[in-house]
């Protein structure tokens, strides 16, 4: 079974950082493309971040300036680094990772829990 979990939401004061960390544990054979999405209350989810197996990013626009995605494929993790942060950033934030198994080896897509971002003074 596939698992794939987001950790280091928490508070935050505007002007702050935090790093996400996300990690996909289980029985597959390998991970290609990840990216981080967030969903405020009220509002659609939206790409924020994603990253190939190769190392490619992708930043929205409205986030690329303040925001670093990378990975560590030997861990099978995701970071996402968010700096200068600003309340209208609180969200669930998401991990999205395209996993291959072997029940699919074209790779399917494996959400995580979700891991709350609050910034507020």
């Known amino acids: 079974q596939v698992q794939v979990v987001e950790s280091g939401g928490g508070l935050v004061q505007p002007g702050g950082s935090l790093r996400l960390s996300c990690t996909a544990s289980?029985?597959?054979?390998?991970?290609?493309?990840m990216a981080w999405y967030r969903q405020a209350p009220g509002k659609q989810r939206e790409l924020v971040a994603g990253?190939?197996?190769?190392?490619?990013?992708n930043y929205a626009d409205s986030r690329k300036d303040r925001f670093t995605i990378s990975r560590d494929n030997a861990k099978n993790t995701v970071y996402l680094q968010m700096n200068t942060l600003k309340p209208e950033d609180t969200a669930v934030y998401y991990c999205?990772?395209?996993?291959?198994?072997?029940?699919?080896?074209?790779?399917?897509?494996?959400w995580g829990q979700g891991t709350q971002v609050t910034v507020s003074s």
């Open positions: 999205n990772a395209n996993i291959i198994t072997i029940r699919n080896l074209r790779g399917h897509e494996y």
């Open positions: 289980g029985s597959f054979l390998g991970i290609s493309d």
């Open positions: 990253i190939t197996s190769r190392g490619s990013t």
